[in-house]
């Protein structure tokens, strides 16, 4: 079955300890991205990789890093995690090749930081 | 990427058509519209994309005027499973950028 997974799907820690939530995706995808979700704020995009090797910032990239070794895995790092940093995340995917983007969603992962 | 507008809510009744308007008056001559469907909890799904005039599939209809400034998401004969947050993206991969933004899309909230 295609599909994004990310782990944890919970997570609650606290603050300045760092922590990685992992994504991987089975579908042969070039672009993955993060994004996170806050009440009344839409979806905001924190980093994303065209491919391997090839990450750029998106929206709200401060606090986090990630890393792109891998075609298939794009993990999100919080290296001193603070409060304003509790949300919900999620992991996407899509092909590069033209056309419009046709992005496949993870299930999330909801993080407290206490 | 263009910016779009789209209402923060909207209300409908099961058994209606919904239409669903997004705002993109800057979109580029390459751009895609393409719209998303969110569940609470969950991560957005893919429900329909096009260029120009009228796409439609099982689930939706979209519906983009010719000067392509704004596009019409339609939902016939919603139920309440449709009551979700709604988003349009516009954009193209290898575009200007690919960085994507969302939006704070459409609350529909379908009621019996």
């Known amino acids: 079955e295609a599909q994004v997974t990310q782990n944890p799907r919970y997570l609650i820690t606290v603050t300045g300890k760092k922590l990685t939530v992992t994504c991987s995706q089975n579908m042969n995808h070039e672009y993955m991205s993060w994004y996170r979700q806050d009440p009344g704020l839409g979806l905001r995009q924190i980093y994303y990789?065209?491919?391997?090797?090839?990450?750029d910032k998106g929206d709200v990239p401060e606090g986090y890093k990630v890393s792109r070794k891998e075609k298939r895995n794009f993990p999100l790092i919080l290296e001193s995690p603070s409060p304003n940093q509790t949300s919900l995340y999620f992991c996407?995917?899509?092909?590069?090749?033209?056309?419009?983007?046709?992005?496949?969603f993870g299930p999330g992962t909801r993080l407290l930081v206490l | 990427l263009a910016k779009t507008t789209q209402p923060i809510s909207m209300d409908s009744y099961e058994g209606q058509e919904v239409n669903i308007t997004c705002s993109h008056n800057?979109?580029?001559?390459?751009?895609?519209i393409t719209w998303y469907q969110q569940f609470p909890s969950q991560g957005p799904r893919f429900i329909i994309q096009g260029y120009k005039t009228k796409v439609t599939n099982e689930v939706a209809s979209l519906f983009i005027p010719a000067d392509r400034k704004s596009s019409t998401l339609s939902l016939p004969r919603v139920s309440l499973s449709d009551t979700a947050v709604y988003y349009c993206l516009v954009g193209v991969v290898g575009g200007a950028t690919n960085k994507l933004i969302f939006g704070t899309g459409t609350l529909l909230a379908v009621q019996p």
């Open positions: 990789s065209m491919n391997v090797e090839v990450t």
């Open positions: 800057n979109i580029a001559t390459n751009d895609y």
């Open positions: 996407a995917s899509s092909f590069t090749r033209t056309g419009g983007w046709t992005q496949y």
